[in-house]
């Protein structure tokens, strides 16, 4: 009877954190920063550009020259993803966290999983600055 308690207890925070929402489990990212913020580089960044059609579709299709391999087209991870060491989170619903300002997204693309040690490459380096807005702005329609 204990044991059905304790499923009736974990199967709507294992939905939540599937979901991303509200009870959802911290990735080693989100951890780190709840710890130490965002590097100070990226702490006060804004997103210059507004969201428009073309924009996002620019930053769609960016998402899926770098970013599908790992986090799948649809934002939920892929089995590439899966695999990682950590694996990669869904994406869906994460720009309703609180953790995901500007800042945060344009220091992870940034910087990728170096400050976390996770797999994911920096992208500092191979994509322009409004670039990595444009995904932000795809980002957050997911």
Not at 40 to 61: F, M, T, W
Not at 92 to 120: C, K, L, N
Request: a positive charge; hydrophobic letters at 40%.
């Amino acid at each position: 009877m204990r044991e059905l308690a304790a499923l009736a207890l974990l199967v709507p925070l294992a939905a939540a954190a599937q979901a991303g929402g509200k009870g959802a489990v911290d990735s080693p990212r989100h951890a780190y920063v709840k710890r130490h913020g965002v590097a100070p580089k990226y702490a006060h960044a804004r997103n210059p550009l507004q969201p428009s059609a073309p924009d996002i579709e620019a930053g769609r299709k960016l998402y899926l020259l770098h970013c599908q391999i790992c986090h799948g087209e649809s934002g939920r991870g892929s089995e590439a993803g899966r695999r990682l060491d950590p694996p990669t989170t869904s994406l869906v619903g994460h720009s309703q966290r609180r953790i995901a300002s500007d800042a945060f997204y344009d220091w992870t693309i940034a910087e990728g999983g170096v400050p976390v040690r996770s797999s994911m490459p920096p992208f500092k380096n191979v994509l322009k600055q409004e670039e990595i807005w444009k995904i932000v702005l795809f980002l957050r329609t997911l």
